[in-house]
């Protein structure tokens, strides 16, 4: 009994309050896009803008308290700061780049996983890893060339929606489930 007691990890839970919370924000942002995306998107880069800029500040900050990696510290926090600006000085540009920017890393991420899934699958992994890693290098090499299409940033807005509509739902729910335990 002690031995299975052992194997049982304890985690922290979130207050049920904030995963509620969370989850309405979610539901909020993902009907924002769905209804206006544009004026959703430029809000969003904005406090991402303001995000790294507060972020920014904080390690440099931080470099003075603990001085380990001070040039790492110092490199992320200049980079997160002027990031920042740039963003929150051109909220509209960076509304239409920031999109463009993870279309494309999810394309190099899909043809990178799909190549790793083909090799394991003519090391033995089967034919559904081939099938998968195949598929996966398309849709990578899809969304390599088309990342600047206006369509795909367009596209990506409404899976964006689409998510955080699901994820706020499943928040909320699990919010309550939480709170009843």
């Known amino acids: 009994m002690e031995a299975e007691a052992a194997l049982v990890f304890e985690t922290k ?3 049920w ?3 509620l919370l969370s989850g309405c ?3 909020l942002i993902g009907i924002l896009l769905l209804t206006n995306p544009a004026r959703t998107a430029v809000a969003l880069a904005w406090a991402l803008g303001l995000y ?3 972020q920014g ?7 003075f308290i603990d001085h380990s990696a001070w040039g790492w510290k110092l490199f ?3 980079l997160g700061i002027l990031a920042g600006v740039v963003v929150m000085r051109h909220p509209i540009a960076s509304a239409v780049q920031l999109p463009m920017i993870l279309i494309l890393l999810l394309g190099i991420q899909g043809v990178i996983s799909g190549t790793v899934s083909l090799i394991m699958a003519f090391k033995g992994g089967g034919w559904g890893a081939g ?3 195949a598929i996966s290098i398309i849709f990578g ?3 390599m060339v088309n990342y600047a299409s206006l369509s795909m940033v367009v596209t990506f807005f409404w899976i964006a929606a689409v998510f955080a509509l699901v994820s706020g739902g499943v928040q909320i729910i699990h919010a309550f489930q939480q709170r009843k335990a």
Do not use: A, N, R, V
Not at 57 to 63: C, H, P, R
């Open 13 to 15: 839970k979130y207050p």
């Open 17 to 19: 309050w904030l995963l």
């Open 25 to 27: 924000l979610s539901i």
């Open 52 to 54: 790294w800029l507060i």
């Open 57 to 63: 500040t904080f390690t440099l900050i931080g470099m």
């Open 76 to 78: 992320i926090g200049i």
């Open 131 to 133: 099938i998968l890693g």
């Open 141 to 143: 090499i899809i969304l």
